[in-house]
């Protein structure tokens, strides 16, 4: 039975726990390669421009021994030139992994549904579960996870929805600050809430950035105006004055705290330069580890 990823919850605490425990132990090897893949291709559909996810998910691929093959945001018009059903069913007689970038996360679903391989979620609107894993991995190797806080600053996006989902789960203390309206829904606050509960973290909802880094060991931040929202850019500029993470704000966070973001960012906006290139900060770390967790998950799902 073909076993997809297009949400966190995908994969149970456990498991997240055994695809990042692999990552870092393929990660400490100096040859990295191995054979899942073998005889296999990958289909990388993408209907948002990429850089970290596209070369990272191509590299693991070719690390398994596969072959990866990628369709750029004009190829296939998911959900506009042809039904995300019939791209799947298609997609699927020709390859054994599909790997998807889209907006609306039905299309993933749909897809997946009919396409009878393992899909993987490469980011839509609502997750970036890939993501999360590489950030998870990442604060693994920089303090650790249990029992430590998390705060992220900004917009509650695709992002965090993974992140607060897999760090709770991990044991972490999920703290998630974001100006009125443009908070975390409910449901995904719910969701890591389940998960904190089975592992002793928690997760918080808060709207003062300042309240909310108070103490923190890993400080997070996302772009406040993510792919497709262009138009709205204006207004999300003004609605988050106040939530830019810059020296001040990080100074309110434990001695030594990680600054992360999952890049591509905008500087000057939800973080300064400063912070960004700072002796504090993780984010090429981050993005290193989009290749080994993604590597570790494809191995996972076909070994
Ligand atoms: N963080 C991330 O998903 O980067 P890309 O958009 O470059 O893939």
Redesign the pocket.
């Known amino acids: 039975m073909s076993r997809s990823v297009l949400s966190v919850n995908d994969l149970s605490r456990a498991e997240i726990g055994e695809v990042l425990d692999r990552a870092l132990e393929t990660k400490r090897r100096s040859d990295r390669r191995s054979s899942e893949l073998a005889g296999k291709t990958a289909l990388l559909i993408f209907q948002?421009?990429?850089?970290?996810?596209?070369v990272s998910f191509e590299l693991a691929v070719t690390n398994l021994g596969g072959q990866a093959l990628y369709l750029s945001p004009p190829e296939v018009g998911l959900g506009e030139r042809e039904s995300p059903e019939d791209v799947g069913g298609v997609a699927g007689r020709y390859c054994d992994l599909i790997i998807c970038r889209t907006f609306d996360q039905s299309n993933l679903d749909r897809l997946a549904a009919a396409s009878g391989v393992p899909v993987v979620n490469a980011?839509s609107d609502w997750e970036?579960p890939c993501?999360a894993l590489a950030d998870v991995l990442t604060i693994r190797e920089h303090g650790g996870t249990s029992g430590r806080t998390l705060t992220y600053v900004g917009d509650g996006n695709n992002v965090v929805r993974s992140l607060a989902i897999a760090a709770a789960g991990e044991g972490m203390h999920v703290r998630v600050a974001s100006p009125s309206g443009y908070e975390l829904d409910e449901a995904s606050v719910a969701e890591a809430a389940e998960r904190a509960a089975g592992s002793e973290g928690s997760v918080s909802l808060f709207s003062d950035p300042v309240e909310a880094v108070d103490g923190a060991d890993v400080v997070y931040t996302d772009t406040w105006t993510s792919m497709g929202q262009e138009v709205e850019a204006k207004q999300r500029l003004e609605a988050f004055t106040g939530y830019q993470v810059d020296a001040r704000l990080v100074a309110q966070a434990s001695r030594g705290a990680s600054v992360m973001h999952?890049?591509?960012a905008h500087r000057g906006e939800e973080i300064t330069d400063e912070v960004l290139d700072g002796p504090q900060s993780v984010v090429l770390d981050q993005a290193e580890n989009?290749l080994h967790a993604q590597q570790a998950l494809l191995a996972w799902l076909f070994g």
């Open positions: 948002k421009p990429s850089l970290r996810t596209r980011l970036h993501q999952c890049l591509p989009r």
